[in-house]
């Protein structure tokens, strides 16, 4: 027998997909500034309170900046780490990213006379 899957259904599964997409992504940068809307208070306004720059507070949402992170997530009331799974571990300790850094050459000086 066959059965047809109602929109509902995928509606649920897609609904499942994306937690789980975000569960090791974290919380989208909307919706961390939803979140602070929710309070009342504008990016620009939760900036000027903590001190720092709009453009420091905006930055925070897409790239770490360790010494923001902690204050935003302060304000939502939620843990770095779910916001920030992949900065923040479950105790909140900060996880830095290996870089691919390359060894930087030796610059060879180069001398027009000899000594």
Same mark, same amino acid.
């Given at each position: 027998?066959?059965?047809?899957?109602?929109?509902?259904?995928?509606?649920?599964?897609?609904?499942?997909?994306?937690? !789980?997409?975000?569960?090791?992504?974290?919380?989208? /940068?909307?919706?961390?500034?939803?979140?602070?809307?929710?309070? @009342?208070? =504008? #990016?620009?306004?939760?900036?000027?309170?903590?001190?720092?720059?709009?453009?420091? !507070?905006?930055?925070?949402?897409?790239?770490?900046? /360790?010494?923001?992170?902690?204050?935003?997530?302060?304000?939502? @009331?939620? =843990? #770095?780490?779910e916001i920030?799974?992949?900065?923040?571990?479950?105790?909140?300790?900060?996880?830095?990213?290996?870089?691919?850094?390359?060894?930087?050459?030796?610059?060879?000086?180069?001398?027009?006379?000899?000594?």
């Amino acid at each position: 027998m066959i059965t047809l899957a109602t929109a509902s259904d995928k509606r649920n599964q897609l609904t499942k997909q994306k937690d !789980v997409k975000m569960s090791h992504q974290g919380m989208h /940068p909307e919706d961390i500034k939803a979140a602070i809307r929710k309070r @009342g208070v =504008t #990016l620009t306004e939760l900036s000027v309170s903590l001190g720092y720059s709009e453009a420091t !507070v905006r930055n925070a949402l897409i790239k770490p900046m /360790p010494s923001v992170e902690p204050l935003i997530a302060k304000f939502i @009331g939620k =843990t #770095l780490h779910e916001i920030w799974p992949d900065r923040w571990d479950k105790e909140n300790i900060r996880i830095r990213p290996k870089t691919n850094r390359r060894k930087s050459k030796q610059s060879k000086t180069v001398r027009h006379c000899k000594k």
